[in-house]
């Protein structure tokens, strides 16, 4: 069994590595150890995430993926989540979250019945906390929709300002060839973020 920590934050601009002292204290305090970290600066309303579906793929029959909260790993909508927990569940993969006691035994369960509880109960709450995380998403998304239009309406609202100079150093990282794993992982970019400048450099190339 090999437990695998998925670190995850919504833009470019956030910290996705913000959590790894908070799980590498509860792998402490549990006694096991984290094999690999996957880190990424993705939408948690989108199913499309590499660095996620990686973990995935790297996992084995009783794996362990490990999160600090829910909401980390899933924003989704209830089609796209169903997806992703069809995806786990066929891959027998065990979902830990630090919000999420009755996961905690899961990383290593005293005996078959015991890990069949614990999944079944388990099972339940991933889905409520999905459930939660994406309605939260939903509520933030209305009141930032509303925050804008009355900024608008009074005269105030400028839009978001571009990174300019992280926004330079992505684009000289590509025109010296360097591949868009390491960009990513060298400066936290999003997937999206990266293609939007690979796109403004061809358009310039014209």
Known sequence: MFVRAYLRASTAEQDATR?????????????????????ENESGSR???PELFRLLDDCGPGDVL?????????????????????????????VVSLDLPTSWNL????????????????????????????????????????GVQRAKTAGLYKGRRENVDRNAAIARSLRDGQ????????????????????RRLQEDAI
């Open 179 to 198: 591949t868009w794993r390491e960009i990513m992982n060298a400066t936290g970019c999003s997937r999206t973020l990266l293609a939007k400048i690979a």
């Open 66 to 94: 490990l999160v600090e909260q829910i909401d980390r790993l899933s924003r989704l909508g209830s089609g796209d989540w169903a997806k992703l927990r069809a995806e786990i569940e066929t891959r027998q993969i065990r």
């Open 47 to 49: 199913l499309a995430r």
């Open 107 to 146: 990383v290593t369960p005293p005996d078959e019945f015991t890990a069949r509880m614990f999944t079944a109960v388990n099972s339940m709450m991933l889905d409520v906390l999905a459930a939660v995380a994406r309605k939260d998403y939903d509520d933030r998304r209305r009141r930032q929709g509303e």
């Open 19 to 39: 959590t790894r002292s908070a799980l590498d204290a509860f792998a402490a305090a549990h006694g096991f150890r984290i094999a690999a970290r996957y880190i």
